[in-house]
């Protein structure tokens, strides 16, 4: 099987140690996985702000990037959405066609593909609130949606489960926005401040210790609406607990 690691330009520059933890959980599950060199970004920023056409450079060269891979892995459930169900920039060829099909976040690689249930490495004895940003709860479906009458389930909380000690928290409403949204929070910054605020207090008044998220993107703008409100609560990447860290 190989894989190809997809590291996000953000988890690059702001949230190393995530990329190096998905590569080592990818290892220990078994993966030989690269890492193409000459990654940037998926074009993600560009087409959430409504100018696709300017992304189609970006897109064509993370596609020449990609290409060939049985299977690409990120762990960030929103660019892994963009990739997957927008990258209509670039031209649709075979090759894009494969590279968009072929594309998975972290937890649905794990848990559909590989289906790793048990992670005997791992403990992380901590009251921990999950959090499912909008990208992997709508988009790729990694758990239930409240507004949808379907028997529960979560990919991610299934396999947390397989971390020794762990223990959950359940806030009062678990999959709403905390409102990073990408540049909502830069066009509609009084309103994602307060979602995020609510998200966070949601989280600290249930008791949680840390909040962990599929998505960095997510777990920084609650990071920093909690440390402005003095909440004390700590953020962590679902790759980092899987592959063994204790705090």
Same mark, same amino acid.
């Given at each position: 099987?190989?894989?190809?690691l997809f590291?996000?330009? +953000?988890?690059?520059?702001f949230? %190393?140690?995530? #990329?190096?933890?998905?590569?080592?959980?990818? $290892?220990r599950?078994?993966c030989e996985?690269?890492?193409p060199?000459?990654q940037?970004?998926?074009?993600?920023?560009m087409?959430?702000s409504?100018?696709e056409k300017?992304?189609?450079?970006?897109?064509?060269l993370?596609?020449?990037n +990609?290409?060939?891979?049985d299977y690409i892995v990120?762990?960030?459930?929103s660019?892994v959405?963009h990739v997957?169900d927008h990258l209509?920039?670039?031209?649709?060829?075979? $090759?894009?066609?494969?590279v968009r099909?072929?594309?998975?976040?972290?937890v649905?690689?794990l848990?559909?593909?590989?289906?790793v249930?048990d +992670? !005997?490495?791992?403990e992380f %004895?901590?009251?921990v609130?999950?959090h499912n940003?909008?990208?992997t709860l709508?988009?790729?479906?990694?758990?239930k949606m409240?507004?949808?009458?379907e !028997?529960?389930?979560?990919k991610p909380?299934?396999?947390?489960?397989g971390?020794?000690?762990?223990?959950f928290i359940?806030p009062d409403?678990p999959d709403e926005?905390?409102? +990073?949204?990408g540049t909502?929070?830069?066009?509609e910054?009084?309103?994602?401040?307060r979602?995020?605020?609510?998200?966070?207090?949601?989280h600290k008044?249930n008791g949680a210790?840390?909040?962990v998220s599929?998505?960095s993107s997510?777990l920084?703008?609650?990071?920093?609406?909690?440390d402005r409100l #003095?909440?004390?609560?700590k953020f962590i990447?679902?790759?980092?607990i899987?592959n063994?860290?204790?705090?």
């Open positions: 099987m190989k894989v190809a590291v996000p330009c +953000f988890i690059d520059a949230f %190393p140690d995530v #990329g190096i933890a998905t590569l080592e959980l990818l $290892e599950v078994g996985v690269d890492y060199l000459d940037t970004c998926c074009g993600q920023p087409g959430n409504g100018c300017d992304a189609a450079a970006t897109e064509n993370f596609v020449r +990609f290409a060939g891979y990120a762990p960030s459930g660019c959405h997957r209509t920039a670039a031209d649709q060829t075979s $090759e894009a066609r494969a099909a072929n594309t998975y976040e972290l649905e690689f848990h559909d593909v590989l289906e249930r +992670f !005997p490495w791992a %004895p901590h009251k609130g999950l940003s909008c990208g709508r988009a790729l479906r990694t758990a409240s507004e949808i009458d !028997p529960f389930f979560s909380m299934t396999l947390l489960k971390v020794k000690g762990i223990e359940q409403r926005c905390c409102g +990073f949204g909502f929070c830069v066009s910054e009084p309103v994602s401040a979602m995020g605020a609510d998200k966070v207090r949601d008044r210790e840390y909040i599929a998505d997510c920084m703008h609650q990071k920093g609406c909690s #003095g909440l004390g609560l990447h679902i790759a980092q899987l063994g860290a204790r705090a």
